[in-house]
């Protein structure tokens, strides 16, 4: 690849855990760590949401100023990057071909929308077939479930996988408020779903699919989905 990889970022646009459900949103490190390691990489990063605009950070992911993981200071830093978080690409303005990588942050708000939604599932389903990479961390996997391959099968059928596991879910005590258990969907779409201890990095790569299992992977998951690109250019 002699120009820089294009890398296009989907976000949550859900800011509740249902209607009129607790607050929620993108988880901020999970955005922050990898979208500066892909601009340390030389990439061109787009960030898109589901609805465009503003995408809602969970409010549980951001501290006080000066309290963050250097990432997110990094990024709040940014002016340019915080504009384009302010100022979202609307999905249905997006076209796969125009990336190399198509990269799913986690957050619980990834739960209520990223399954539902028709342009995401098409927009994976053409990157995929299009070679692609696809990448999603921690609860960013939940826009997978939907995205078929060229056969139209789902894209996780047979594949490794990782994402935000059940016991995690439990362990924040929100496997009763999510719409469906991420690690269970998976398992059940026929994926070769793999783990580690809760809140333990662990990153998978199966040829042009990297997924994260949960916050603690997020920078890790960066760097495969760079090495993904750098194998799929060849």
Same mark, same amino acid.
């Given at each position: ?5 294009? +890398?296009?970022? +989907? ?45 809602? +950070?969970?409010?549980?992911? #951001? ?110 005590? #929100? ?48 760097? #495969? ?10």
């Amino acid at each position: 690849m002699l120009r820089p990889p294009r +890398i296009l970022m +989907i976000l949550t646009s859900s800011a509740t855990m249902g209607a009129g459900g607790e607050p929620t949103g993108l988880w901020f490190e999970e955005l922050a760590t990898p979208f500066t390691t892909f601009v340390d990489a030389g990439a061109a990063v787009a960030l898109a949401s589901i609805a465009g605009g503003p995408a809602p +950070i969970d409010p549980r992911s #951001l501290k006080p100023k000066g309290e963050n993981a250097p990432s997110v200071e990094r990024f709040l830093a940014d002016a340019a990057a915080s504009a384009a978080l302010a100022a979202t690409l609307p999905l249905s303005d997006t076209a796969a071909e125009d990336y190399d990588a198509v990269f799913l942050p986690g957050g619980h708000g990834t739960m209520w929308d990223l399954p539902r939604s028709d342009a995401l599932a098409g927009l994976l389903g053409t990157a995929w077939a299009a070679g692609r990479v696809v990448a999603a961390v921690c609860h960013g996997p939940a826009g997978l479930v939907r995205a078929t391959d060229g056969t139209g099968a789902p894209l996780v059928r047979g594949r490794r996988v990782t994402a935000f596991s059940d016991s995690e879910e439990r362990a924040v005590g #929100l496997a009763e408020r999510v719409p469906f258990l991420l690690e269970t969907r998976l398992r059940d779409l026929g994926a070769r779903y793999e783990r580690a201890a809760d809140f333990q990095p662990f990153v998978l790569a199966d040829g042009r699919l990297v997924t994260g299992q949960n916050p603690a992977s997020s920078a890790l998951t960066a760097r #495969l989905t760079l090495d993904a690109l750098a194998e799929a250019s060849r």
